[in-house]
């Protein structure tokens, strides 16, 4: 079945640091990726949308500027935390949609960002 | 707006015993229904989806769910819970093709411990 490779599953930086997380289809072209965050013992929280080759839609309340998505490929999207700080800490998900499939979603292993 | 409610906050069941996780939609036309697991710290693993067809949808793992389309609901079911069937358990709808396929929305999700 499809699957989705997120990358890395976990990274301590610093405050004031930019990370990157990526998010690779690995055996099928997606050209929807969704990122979400999600808190401790709470639901996903969709962050954006992102498209290839346009630029992402961002859910009211998430910063732009501060969560850089990148989708420059049908099988890879990036989101850079820029500027971190420790309120960023999170669990972050990626989502693609199977483009040959109209209600197909597969979810990445996610990424614990701790902030520090 | 599409939404989904999931009532409890945990399920508390003995193995061997038949489980229930319950879940009510809201959506504009017909609805596509998921549901998927979390163990901790990864990504959403995929149970079952309800689409069409029979209301009666079998999953992975045993589960199954019932798509009840007067009640708007999809509660998830086991005949016989296990131990390692205790997780995260999240629902979620999109909307069909009337709704241009709109994104995936989740419920909060309902901590399922199933005691030895």
């Known amino acids: 079945g499809a699957v989705v490779s997120q990358h890395p599953s976990r990274v301590i930086c610093k405050s004031g640091t930019s990370v990157k997380i990526e998010c690779r289809s690995l055996?099928?072209?997606?050209?929807?990726m969704f990122w979400y965050r999600q808190f401790p013992k709470k639901s996903l929280m969709l962050m954006a949308t992102?498209?290839?080759?346009?630029?992402?839609?961002?859910e009211q309340g998430v910063e732009k500027d501060k969560f850089l998505i990148n989708h420059a490929s049908l099988t890879l999207s990036t989101l850079t935390v820029t500027s971190a700080h420790p309120e960023d800490s999170s669990f972050y998900i990626c989502?693609?949609?199977?483009?040959?499939?109209?209600?197909?979603?597969?979810f990445g292993s996610g990424t614990r960002l701790t902030v520090v | 707006a599409q939404s989904v409610a999931q009532p409890e906050d945990q399920v508390n069941v003995a193995e061997g015993n038949p489980l229930t996780v319950k879940c009510t939609y809201s959506v504009s036309g017909n609805p596509y229904l998921f549901w998927y697991v979390q163990y901790p710290n990864r990504g959403l693993q995929f149970l079952l989806k309800?689409?069409?067809?029979?209301?009666l949808v079998k999953g992975s793992y045993g589960f199954e769910a019932e798509f009840n389309k007067s009640q708007t609901s999809f509660h998830l079911k086991k005949p016989s819970a296990l131990v390692s069937d205790s997780a995260l358990y999240f629902c979620?709808?999109?909307?069909?093709?009337?709704?241009?396929?709109?994104?995936?929305?989740f419920g909060k999700g309902t901590m399922l411990l199933v005691s030895p």
């Open positions: 055996d099928f072209q997606a050209t929807t």
């Open positions: 992102s498209n290839e080759g346009s630029k992402a839609t961002y």
């Open positions: 309800y689409i069409t067809g029979d209301n």
């Open positions: 989502s693609a949609r199977d483009s040959t499939s109209a209600y197909g979603y597969t």
């Open positions: 979620a709808v999109r909307g069909g093709r009337n709704s241009g396929y709109s994104t995936l929305t």
